[in-house]
């Protein structure tokens, strides 16, 4: 009876540990890497006469780091007020862009057409990026709802891979693999890359190589982002989902502490000859 009642207990400690940082704003400052900042350069360092493009390449399974990684990235865009085009090679990942987009184009007054795109879902990956590889806008030709790029004002003096200034593939999954082998190769466009965070060890060796400029490392990075866009003490989804994952970890590691302290002190006392 005791057990289950501390089971009960466990749990309801775990619950108030995930819920706090949403019901008091408490958030917990992250501590910035090297490759948020990275990225962070990068997108200032783009032209103005320069488009970003945004790889969306997830589903519902990883919106917990994706979704605030495209958050972040967009937040930055739209604030700086660089030019970017949302697509996708996996079909509700532009979605979920367009969603995020129109709630935070409200936000910093970024109408669409004139800041940013959605190129949409786009079949035939390794065709696509060929084609764009030779001719960005003949090969996408209109956006999701089938208007011509040529009625776009976001899409003035953009053509050639030339143009382009920056690629962040978001992804659970290796696109950026061909990203990088039929179009950022070839055309000499600068990667990054916003994987969830298992992925991150495959991404390093391609960061060394200068094959990429920068990665958000899952829910860490797009609180890393946050903290350069907003400050470390901001409110943004990212921090905040990431310390109530941060106070999750602090109860876990208290309660090992606490178990193995209590632990202890009872194997003292039968040592001694005293009743546990």
């Given at each position: 009876m005791l057990q289950d009642r501390t089971r009960h207990v466990l749990y309801l400690l775990l619950a108030a540990a995930i819920a706090l940082p949403f019901f008091t704003g408490t958030v917990i400052p992250p501590t910035v890497g090297p490759e948020a900042k990275a990225l962070y350069k990068a997108v200032?360092?783009?032209?103005?006469?320069?488009?970003?493009?945004?790889?969306?390449?997830?589903?519902?399974?990883?919106l917990g780091e994706n979704l605030p990684q495209t958050r972040a990235l967009m937040n930055h865009l739209m604030k700086s007020g660089k030019r970017f085009a949302i697509m996708g090679f996996e079909p509700?990942?532009?979605?979920?862009?367009?969603?995020?987009?129109?709630?935070?184009?409200?936000?910093?007054?970024?109408?669409?057409?004139?800041?940013?795109?959605?190129?949409?879902?786009?079949t035939a990956?390794?065709?696509?990026?060929?084609?764009?590889?030779?001719?960005?806008?003949?090969?996408?030709?209109?956006?999701?709802?089938?208007?011509?790029?040529?009625?776009?004002?976001?899409?003035?003096?953009?053509?050639?891979?030339?143009?382009?200034?920056?690629?962040?593939?978001?992804?659970?999954?290796?696109?950026?693999?061909?990203?990088?082998?039929?179009f950022t190769g070839p055309a000499?466009?600068?990667m990054a890359v916003a994987p969830t965070a298992v992925m991150v060890?495959?991404?390093?060796?391609?960061?060394?190589?200068?094959q990429m400029v920068g990665m958000l490392k899952g829910l860490a990075g797009a609180a890393q982002y946050e903290a350069l866009v907003f400050g470390r003490t901001s409110r943004e989804r990212g921090i905040t989902w990431m310390t109530s994952v941060s106070m999750t970890h602090i109860l876990i590691i208290a309660l090992i502490i606490l178990g193995n302290a209590t632990e202890i002190i009872t194997r003292r006392r039968k040592a001694v000859g005293g009743t546990a």
């Open positions: 200032e360092a783009v032209p103005n006469n320069k488009i970003v493009i945004l790889s969306l390449e997830y589903e519902a399974g990883t509700i990942g532009p979605v979920y862009g367009q969603i995020e987009a129109d709630e935070l184009a409200a936000k910093w007054h970024r109408p669409y057409g004139k800041y940013w795109v959605n190129w949409g879902y786009r990956y390794v065709q696509t990026l060929k084609a764009m590889a030779k001719d960005v806008a003949a090969a996408i030709r209109t956006d999701h709802r089938g208007v011509p790029l040529s009625k776009l004002p976001v899409m003035r003096g953009i053509h050639s891979p030339k143009d382009v200034g920056l690629v962040i593939d978001i992804t659970p999954s290796t696109y950026y693999e061909a990203w990088m082998a039929f000499k466009v600068k060890s495959d991404i390093f060796p391609y960061l060394d190589s200068g």
